[in-house]
């Protein structure tokens, strides 16, 4: 899968803003969860805080890998940037957990353009000032439209 940017508007509404990653039933494959994505497009018609869409989408109790297309403001500018999520929340159980670590440089080497990485192992770890943080520190004035 290649990442990209859109630019006629339609292409741009099709766009993802967030994708969740499981592995398939027999253990062996990673897969784009089915009905587990968020489009461009969705923002502000059905969705209305995409960030906190995206961390609603994320299951209690299993790991997931996850893209999230961040947008977010710096005081000289605005910017977006890709993020990948490895979610491995305390309720996992330990051989998911150790599968989902495993695997994690594999899926990271199929996409292009993943300028930060994060590892949240519970609703507190997806917080905007913690994304903030991952995201630049002191220097992240707003996450997704948020003042943080």
Not at 101 to 130: M, T, Y
Request: hydrophobic content about 40%; proline content about 5%; aromatic content about 8%.
């Amino acid at each position: 899968m290649k990442v990209r940017k859109c630019s006629t508007p339609e292409e741009i509404k099709k766009r993802k803003k967030a994708v969740i990653f499981c592995l398939s039933a027999d253990k062996k494959c990673i897969i784009v969860e089915e009905g587990k994505e968020i489009l461009v497009g969705d923002v502000g018609v059905t969705i209305t805080d995409p960030f906190k869409h995206f961390v609603g989408m994320l299951p209690e109790k299993d790991c997931r890998y996850a893209l999230y297309d961040a947008s977010f403001e710096t005081k000289e500018s605005r910017k977006e940037e890709l993020m990948f999520f490895l979610w491995a929340p305390e309720l996992a159980p330990l051989k998911s957990k150790m599968i989902y670590a495993s695997s994690k440089d594999a899926i990271k080497k199929k996409f292009q353009g993943i300028k930060h990485e994060c590892q949240a192992n519970g609703p507190e770890d997806l917080n905007r000032a913690c994304i903030a943080e991952k995201l630049g520190g002191s220097l992240i004035v707003a996450f997704e439209g948020c003042p943080v």
